[in-house]
């Protein structure tokens, strides 16, 4: 099994900077990529930003395109997006998730709220 741990996030003003880091424990083999998700209220959840454990290719939402860096430390198992510029339409709970190989299931972290507000 796969253990997500999660931390960062909070209240930002408008132009700031967060970073979120996301740690992968357990059967980290069985990982094919990790990624961020968001869902604000009323809204389905969407990808923000993702890389692929092979490779280090990202894919970004267009809506953060330019103002976010997902990166990765291998030697922690841990991703890190970096959200600059934010905005309030940022505002949302972000969750981390890892998908697996072999047709297993994704696993998700519990979510932590980020909140764009002056």
């Known amino acids: 099994q796969v253990q997500l741990v999660e931390s960062g996030g909070g209240l930002v003003q408008p132009g700031g900077s967060l970073r979120l880091s996301c740690a992968a424990s357990?059967?980290?083999?069985?990982?094919?990529?990790m990624g961020w998700y968001r869902q604000a209220p009323g809204k389905q959840r969407e990808l923000v930003a993702g890389i692929i454990t092979a490779g280090g290719s990202t894919k970004y939402a267009d809506s953060v395109k330019g103002r976010f860096t997902i990166s990765r430390d291998n030697a922690k198992n841990t991703v890190y997006p970096q959200m600059n510029n934010l905005k309030p339409e940022d505002t949302a709970v972000y969750y981390c998730?890892?998908?697996?190989?072999?047709?297993?299931?994704?696993?998700w972290g519990q979510g932590t709220q980020v909140t764009v507000s002056s």
């Open positions: 998730n890892a998908a697996r190989k072999w047709g297993l299931s994704d696993i």
């Open positions: 357990g059967s980290i083999l069985d990982i094919s990529a």
